[in-house]
């Protein structure tokens, strides 16, 4: 076994102190040198979050990666070890020839931070449909106009279009949009509306007179329908 640390690897020394004391204590930094196999450890930070020190052996993975023919000598995977979650990474270090000469491995224990995605996931969540996107759009304000303000915003931005460039029948889809989320139960909103889309206060009202009557038309039809069935039934039953 080699007594004296490879020249490249001596380089990396300050690097893996330098990773240790920016990513912390729960993060090992590894530097492993192929020569000195099986006791291929030769410099080690945080060592306690897998138990090891200088003079300790690879893990398997490390093991194929060496032997690994297929040209990847970055490796990103999440492992565990004596109950604890690692986030790693492993680094193939090679010669000019490509044959490799050492590793170098970062161990993040990420126990904590997988325990606290949970919590937070469980707090997000919202009743019986855990894990499902909140509902967006909440607009909360002081004044009333700055909700109907971000209602049209809101509808401007679903529809990806600019109010200035909008034809007559996307302002009136606005228009339907918004009396569809009870925009126009606010006083004077339709001179609000009027003024985002460019548009006088009477057509907006013009607008909500044709959109009304759009929608009352089949409750209209449906209600002649029934009363003409129940006096068909009453002049069969006389």
Do not use: W
């Not at 020394?13 to 196999?37: I, K, N, Q, T």
């Not at 080690?44 to 093991?63: C, F, K, Q, Y």
């Not at 995605?117 to 469980?122: E, T």
């Amino acid at each position: 076994m080699p007594t004296q640390l490879d020249a490249r690897l001596q380089a990396l020394l300050p690097v893996v102190r330098g990773l240790a004391e920016m990513l912390g204590p729960e993060c090992e930094v590894v530097l492993h040198d192929v020569r000195r196999l099986p006791h291929s450890i030769v410099a080690i930070e945080n060592g306690a979050v897998t138990g090891r020190s200088i003079g300790d052996v690879p893990t398997d993975r490390m093991l194929r990666s060496l032997r690994s023919t297929d040209g990847q000598d970055v490796r990103l995977y999440v492992s565990s070890h004596e109950g604890k979650i690692l986030k790693s990474l492993a680094v193939t270090l090679r010669d000019e020839d490509g044959e490799p000469y050492g590793l170098l491995g970062i161990n993040h224990d990420i126990s904590e931070l997988v325990q606290a995605q949970r919590v937070l996931a469980g707090l997000t969540s919202v009743g019986r449909s855990a894990g499902s996107a909140p509902e967006a759009g909440e607009i909360f304000a002081g004044d009333i106009r700055d909700v109907v303000s971000g209602m049209v915003t809101q509808i401007l931005s679903e529809m990806g279009k600019n109010a200035s460039a909008m034809s007559r029948e996307e302002k009136m889809e606005v228009v339907k949009r918004l009396e569809e989320r009870g925009a126009f139960l606010v006083k004077r909103s339709a001179e609000q509306v009027a003024e985002a889309l460019d548009l006088s206060r009477y057509t907006i009202f013009a607008y909500l007179k044709e959109i009304r009557h759009a929608e009352s038309a089949p409750a209209v039809a449906a209600s002649a329908a029934r009363q003409a069935r129940s006096r068909d039934s009453g002049e069969d039953g006389a």
